[in-house]
């Protein structure tokens, strides 16, 4: 089996020995315990795997660990700099926008994927970017809310 | 009590200070029933707070958080009562070998019982720092003040800390110490954020799905192919040949552990078993099926006469509803990590609502004693009610005891739509008897296995039957939020919508008209008025519904907003007032009361656990729809706040108001009722 040797996550290069075939879901958590990415269903309907490839929102658990070689990964764990948050992370515990939060680091990557492509979207376009998260908790409104938030805070 | 156990097991784990202990003389130590005979603990005790020589004030309880935010709450209380900043509290959570026995977290209970105990706890231990203030500085204590996390007495001035240094001292709280009443509330009754919120916003909390033990391997159970299967043959060879691969088989059971996820999937996958299965209804007879099996009922709330209250009406309905079992569906799947020491005890994490009944079950299986037996419970990735049982604990810990090595189950997605446990499905038939003026004569209810919770009215009918009939079920069946409340409300407010409709009398007041009970009123008319009900017409294709119901010590009322277009309903516009005594955080009260409404709409519209003969037909998510994004409509809380009244839980209640609003809304829009949960069915 060819295997994955280097993964290049949160920006700094990571040694690994995974067959290519694995979910990088599955690396990034048992191999290189960055559990902040987590599982919800396998395949690809609820979100909580979301990570970045060079910037674009990925399910990782059906992306196979060979896909993102080569690539920048960005998971939950890289987003905070020099011990201060993103301004999403921020929104979102200004707003209080999680219960359990189970479902609050994938939301938290597909909202910063949606504002680096529409830095200010609307209700209704939140809403539509992010239908693929699952929030079993039923926090969307305030998800909503801290989206919106953060995109006003951010200098346009 | 033997106050020296207790004295020596909390100072050699905390160290000196002073050690408040609340007798367990609440309902919740009353219904727990049994305590286990060989927990060297004492037994009466339902929580406890400690202040230590360094300041840090500890309070633990069995509890555990699973997104309904009590570790916040909690805090909320014992800081108000200490005078202390939140941030200082630590609250011990959920730890069999740490906290006071607790039965459950469930129920809606942990608000109305639990917090009054720690609160009571840190009264007391306040009074204590101002007893000790008193002597070592020799004043009066009424000169005494605690405030901002300090004592002070005319020019004396100390932390908590310096006063406890050298101090050990235990005290059991007298219950009838006082409490601030809710009027005075400077930190409880406020909204404050969630106490460690950060570390779920970077990804640092640990669920239990996030643990890793030294040398732990993953585990992976054989499912059979229907329920109720039974193992005729079963051969482990090519399994056993694979490196590190572990096989359990014991009865039915069959598992593997190997050193990651993929070769556990790999030798669960290189297993031949052969199962015998047993022909099972299925989803087409389920309705007959409940009638056909159920046991005499049990009566709630009945009184008068049904043949008289009839025999004084001018009409008279019968109508069935049915409700779909359906998933909880916990973003966090079940989840175990077990580890055997070498003096045979067991450790097990895991996400469980019942810590201590994990324990329980776990040395019951294991024949060993429950004091060898430690469940940790990290704040889970919530459970609705649907955590309430040990199967993964004792498979994981199957697993370790096999392998000699820790080991993790998580289940997938599939395994928890499967193997895990339903929201009972259900027959409602109600028979009712109304007057012209609109004053209902009689009312007869029953309800088929899907359970008894909410069947109780607050409507004035003094002719009434109502009784819950158990039956048999196909698929398993367990607790979940709100339970039958749902259900029941749905029933019973739709059947009032079609008496109302009947007459030809505003729904809203038509129940005005049959209800004396003032909160229920209150209620009632907080939400009306927010929403503006009866202020204008909905427009064509849209309908307004309303409903109303009491559960768990909560009053609720909800109207909704729904357009329909091509049959299809879409929720507008969703106004809920709640009440449930005096509000402790009123923003995670909201919190709880949209997250329900939005559970809420799964179950009404399109949630749905198809079956036949002993298999899930759908058991991904992708062919079970849950509420998502584009699902969730306007929601307006109304948070009737009352302050001179004890407060109730707040997680379940508010999820019975939506379906039978959102069913009425339909039927006004569309002239079609709607019979049965969910309504695409
Ligand atoms: S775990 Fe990847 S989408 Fe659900
Ligand atoms: S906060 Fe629990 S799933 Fe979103």
Redesign the interface.
């Known amino acids: 089996m060819p295997s994955i040797t280097e993964l290049d996550v949160n920006g700094i290069t990571q040694r690994v020995n995974a067959?290519s075939e694995?979910s990088l879901l599955?690396v990034l958590?048992?191999d290189l315990?960055?559990?902040?990415?987590?599982?919800?269903?396998?395949?690809g309907?609820?979100g909580?795997c979301t990570v970045l490839l060079d910037g674009e929102p990925v399910r990782s658990c059906i992306t196979p660990v060979s896909k993102a070689a080569g690539k920048r990964i960005t998971?939950?764990?890289g987003?905070?700099q020099e011990g201060s948050?993103d301004p999403l992370?921020e929104a979102?515990?200004?707003v209080?926008a999680?219960?359990?939060?189970?479902?609050?680091?994938g939301m938290?990557m597909s909202g910063t994927s949606l504002l680096r492509r529409n830095p200010k979207p609307t209700a209704a376009e939140?809403?539509?970017a992010?239908?693929?998260?699952?929030?079993?908790?039923?926090?969307?409104?305030?998800?909503?809310a801290a989206v919106r938030m953060a995109a006003q805070r951010r200098p346009s | 009590m033997n106050a020296d156990l207790t004295r020596r097991d909390f100072f050699s784990a905390l160290g000196c200070g002073v050690v408040i202990l609340c007798a367990a003389e609440s309902a919740d130590a009353q219904e727990s029933g049994r305590r286990s005979r060989n927990d060297a603990r004492p037994q009466s005790i339902s929580a406890w707070l400690h202040i230590g020589d360094d300041g840090t004030v500890t309070a633990c309880t069995g509890k555990a958080e699973?997104?309904?935010?009590i570790r916040t709450s909690l805090a909320q209380a014992v800081a108000e009562e200490l005078r202390v900043p939140l941030a200082s509290i630590k609250l011990l959570m959920a730890d069999t070998d740490l906290t006071p026995y607790d039965m459950g977290t469930f129920g809606s209970r942990t608000t109305p019982t639990m917090a009054p105990e720690i609160r009571k706890a840190a009264a007391a231990a306040r009074e204590a720092l101002v007893d000790i203030a008193a002597s070592k500085w020799t004043v009066d204590r009424k000169t005494v003040r605690v405030a901002d996390g300090k004592v002070s007495a005319a020019g004396h001035f100390a932390g908590f800390g310096e006063l406890m240094r050298g101090q050990q001292l235990v005290q059991i709280i007298d219950p009838q110490v006082a409490l601030t009443p809710a009027a005075d509330w400077k930190i409880a009754g406020q909204?404050v954020?969630?106490v460690d919120?950060?570390d779920?916003?970077?990804?640092?909390?640990?669920?239990t799905?996030?643990l890793?033990r030294p040398r732990m391997l993953?585990g992976k159970v054989l499912r059979p192919p229907a329920f109720e299967a039974k193992l005729v043959s079963f051969d482990d060879a090519a399994a056993k040949q694979m490196p590190g691969v572990t096989t359990v088989r014991q009865g039915d059971f069959v598992a593997v552990a190997a050193p990651?996820?993929?070769s556990a999937q790999r030798a669960v996958e290189a297993l031949k078993a052969e199962w015998k299965t047993e022909t099972q209804p299925s989803e087409g007879e389920l309705f007959a099926y409940f009638k056909a099996n159920a046991r005499p009922g049990e009566d709630r709330q009945s009184g008068g006469s049904i043949d008289q209250g009839m025999a004084q009406a001018h009409q008279k309905l019968s109508q069935s509803y049915t409700v779909a079992y359906i998933a909880h569906?916990?973003?966090?799947?079940r989840v175990a990590v077990a580890e055997w020491s070498r003096e045979n005890k067991l450790t097990v994490w895991t996400g469980t609502q019942r810590p201590f009944g994990v324990r329980a079950d776990l040395a019951t299986e294991f024949g060993i004693h429950e004091e060898n037996v430690r469940v940790i419970v990290s704040?889970?990735?919530?459970a609705?009610g649907g955590k309430h049982t040990s199967e993964y604990a004792i498979e994981a810990a199957r697993l370790a005891k096999a392998a000699g090595q820790p080991v993790k189950v998580?289940w997938?997605?599939q395994e928890e739509f499967t193997w895990a446990y339903l929201r009972p499905a259900g027959v409602i038939e109600i028979a009712s008897g109304v007057r012209q003026d609109g004053v209902i004569t009689a009312w007869d209810f029953h309800n088929y296995n899907s359970g008894p919770s909410g069947m109780q009215i607050t409507y004035d009918i003094p002719n009434r039957r109502i009784v819950f009939h158990p039956s048999k079920s196909p698929l398993r069946q367990g607790s979940y939020r709100g339970l039958a409340a749902t259900a029941n409300h749905f029933a019973r407010e739709t059947h009032i919508d079609e008496l109302a409709h009947a007459l030809n009398i505003d729904p809203l007041e038509f129940r005005l008209k049959n209800l004396k009970d003032e909160r229920q009123r209150a209620v009632l008319v907080a939400a009306a008025n927010r929403f503006g009900w009866g202020k204008q017409k909905a427009a064509a294709g849209h309908g307004y519904g309303i409903s109303m119901g009491f559960e768990k010590g909560g009053y609720v009322a909800t109207c909704a907003e729904v357009s329909v277009e091509g049959g299809r309903p879409k929720i507008v516009r969703v106004v809920e007032a709640f009440e449930c005594g005096a509000v402790v955080n009123p923003?995670?009260l909201s919190?709880?009361i949209?997250?329900?409404?939005?559970?809420a709409i799964g179950g009404a519209l399109f949630e749905q656990v198809h079956f036949e003969n002993g298999k899930i037909l759908n058991p991904?998510?992708?062919r079970y729809r849950?509420?998502?994004?584009?699902d969730?409509p306007v929601?307006e809380t109304v948070l009737v706040d009352r302050k001179d009244l004890p407060s109730a839980g707040a997680g379940e209640t508010p999820i019975v108001g939506l379906a039978p609003a959102v069913g009425n809304a339909m039927f006004q829009a569309t002239g079609i009722r709607q019979r049965s949960l969910p309504f695409s069915s």
């Open positions: 067959s694995r599955s958590r048992d315990d960055l559990t902040g990415t987590k599982y919800g269903c396998g395949e309907q609820c909580a998971t939950i764990e987003l905070e948050l992370q979102f515990l200004e209080g999680f219960q359990c939060g189970y479902c609050t680091p938290i939140i809403a539509h992010m239908q693929g998260n699952i929030c079993r908790c039923g926090t969307y409104p305030r998800i909503v | 699973v997104g309904q935010n909204s954020p969630k919120g950060r779920f916003v970077t990804g640092k909390h640990q669920y799905h996030d890793k993953y990651d996820s993929e569906v916990p973003l966090e799947t704040d889970t990735g919530s609705y998580s997938t997605r923003d995670h919190n709880q949209e997250g329900a409404i939005v559970m991904m998510l992708s849950v509420p998502r994004f584009g969730v929601i």
